[in-house]
């Protein structure tokens, strides 16, 4: 009755086993030493073979391995068998109809007396191959994406703190080693060299921009073949180059170096088979102190010295030419008394929507409205402005104006698109900004701040952060300006995200001849795409730089070939002619 009991134990476990085997669509075989081959039905069914006896020849299974696998297929079985250990394997078969399966086998070795057995296991895992093959072709995508990514965010922030035509540090770059080197408590020693090009303008109006671009790219490697390796060089803008010179042991050595760039820009620029005149003026200003306070300040004025005296020559700074200074004050109290006199003047240019050509948004420039010399160009205040710190009155003084004007299109039934001002880091900073706009009375979506000192942008204060949020509440965009040329970086981007940013014309204009400079763009655009940021592009000059922006992706266009700026009642004649159906269409 016992043995009764077992057998039909031994049958039930058995039956389940089987029904498990089956439902797992395992197949069992068994494999002996004198070369005997079993094989349970389910091993049938993973090879497609249409039978169903125990015993098979190993060339059923030799065979349905696919040709690429089977000699490692047969080796491992061997191997197996000649160490007498178990036996693990994977590969291909062939099914009768074609199909390709991977399979995973593994086996057991049993060793009774003379008779050795493998008795193994195999089950279709191509499902599981697939699944693995494809993730790691995810991966691969995305490792690549991730790379791209990293090489487009690196030659942005390289962009950012170089100067695309010579490649040497731009101001940006200048300002963050200057502050790193003045501020360093163990450095007593540091000079300053302010190098101007003489003749550049010439050079520019008798042979073309594209000599002048020749000039400035052999006087950035003159320059920078004679500093010291510890030294410095950046390029300030326009024809002004800057040298840090932070180890020294007496002044001479600094004339040195100064006047060998002098003999050397005194040679000229070989461009087009022609010598075109260069030359270099330079104001030197050095501290043995500690306090680099007023350097920069010191080395423009031994700069105008040398120009005023005749050009082609060194000159350091000493303390009666701070009698500049106190002209630059004179120019200050003027501009001072201007903005008392409602002289400042905003000029507005136009910026169109890049696939409609319709206006989409209008740029307020600053003009002076001096009554002797007429409308004067930001370059003839702005920088005596910022330095004495009026930049935050003036851009007071040019929204109130944005504002009035506004208000006279709209109550004559002009729809007036979004204005964007100029606003400077001061401004931005200052405790009772927010007081001074609520009194604005500023409808929300009618006016946008464009960031125009964006230097700070990497290392925003709270009390600006927190200005550019209140703004935000108030429906007044935030907008960069200039983005490219060293001012705004990808990382003050992050931060900030403002709702556009306007790329550097200095970017924009040489993308009709240089690929770089296009393959730049795109990366830009891309990435303010990513963030979810409007593109503008201005010194829009030509149409070819409008097709060319279109393609790249830009949202909005800005630039003398749509539309130069103009005073208040010629803008509302172009606002009046849109209204009316004649869009302007670069």
């Avoid at 075109?276 to 104001?283: D, E, F, K, M, T």
Wanted: net charge negative.
């Amino acid at each position: 009755m016992r043995l009764a009991r077992s057998e039909w134990e031994f049958q039930s476990v058995l039956r389940r086993l089987e029904l498990a085997l089956d439902a797992s669509q395992i197949g069992v075989w068994e494999h002996n030493a004198k070369n005997e081959v079993l094989w349970d039905l389910q091993m049938h069914r993973l090879y497609a073979t249409g039978k169903t006896q125990r015993k098979v020849t190993s060339d059923v299974w030799v065979q349905a391995i696919h040709p690429d696998d089977r000699e490692r297929a047969e080796r491992e079985f061997e191997e197996a068998i000649q160490r007498k250990g178990d036996y693990f394997s994977e590969f291909r078969i062939i099914l009768p109809n074609g199909d390709v399966r991977y399979l995973r086998s593994r086996a057991h070795y049993y060793e009774d007396g003379e008779t050795t057995t493998y008795v193994g296991a195999e089950w279709d895992v191509t499902a599981d191959v697939m699944l693995n093959r494809e993730l790691t072709h995810q991966k691969s995508i995305a490792e690549a994406r991730a790379v791209a990514l990293e090489a487009s965010t690196a030659q942005i922030e390289y962009a950012a703190e170089h100067d695309y035509l010579t490649g040497l540090p731009n101001r940006r770059y200048f300002d963050r080693r200057f502050s790193e080197l003045s501020n360093d408590p163990d450095r007593s020693r540091l000079a300053i060299l302010h190098v101007d090009l003489d003749y550049f303008k010439q050079v520019n109006d008798t042979a073309g921009h594209a000599a002048g671009d020749a000039v400035l790219k052999s006087a950035a490697l003159m320059i920078a073949s004679v500093v010291p390796v510890s030294g410095f060089v950046a390029r300030m803008g326009g024809d002004e180059f800057v040298v840090l010179l932070p180890d020294f042991d007496t002044v001479e050595e600094i004339r040195v170096v100064a006047q060998h760039i002098v003999r050397l820009l005194k040679q000229g620029v070989s461009y087009g088979g022609s010598l075109l005149q260069a030359g270099a003026s330079i104001g030197v200003a050095w501290m043995n102190d500690g306090n680099a306070a007023n350097l920069l300040a010191e080395s423009d004025i031994a700069l105008y010295r040398a120009k005023k005296l005749g050009r082609n020559r060194v000159e350091f700074f000493a303390p009666n030419l701070k009698t500049e200074l106190s002209r630059n004050r004179r120019i200050a109290e003027h501009v001072k008394l201007g903005l008392e006199r409602d002289e400042f003047v905003p000029f507005y240019q136009i910026q169109v929507d890049a696939r409609t050509g319709r206006i989409a948004g209008i740029e307020a420039l600053a003009r002076w409205k001096h009554p002797q010399r007429g409308i004067l160009l930001p370059e003839a205040f702005l920088k005596v402005t910022a330095t004495l710190g009026l930049l935050a009155e003036l851009d007071a003084a040019i929204l109130r104006r944005v504002l009035r004007d506004r208000e006279a299109w709209e109550s004559r039934g002009i729809d007036v698109p979004r204005i964007a001002v100029n606003t400077s880091a001061a401004r931005l900073s200052d405790p009772a900004l927010m007081e001074q706009i609520k009194g604005l009375n500023i409808q929300p979506g009618t006016v946008s701040f464009e960031l125009l000192e964006t230097v700070f942008l990497d290392d925003i204060e709270e009390d600006v952060m927190m200005n550019i949020s209140a703004l935000r509440q108030m429906g007044i965009d935030i907008e960069v300006d200039d983005f490219g040329s060293g001012h705004a970086s990808i990382i003050g981007l992050l931060k900030l995200k403002p709702q556009r940013l306007k790329i550097d014309q200095r970017l924009v204009m040489p993308i009709i001849t240089s690929r770089e400079q296009r393959s730049l763009i795109r990366s830009i655009v891309d990435i303010a795409r990513a963030l979810g940021i409007d593109v503008i592009a201005e010194g829009v000059e030509t149409l070819a730089h409008v097709r060319l922006l279109r393609r790249l992706g830009c949202d909005t266009l800005q630039g003398n070939a749509i539309a130069f700026p103009v005073p208040g009642l010629e803008l509302f004649d172009q606002l009046v002619a849109e209204q009316q159906g004649q869009p302007v269409r670069p």
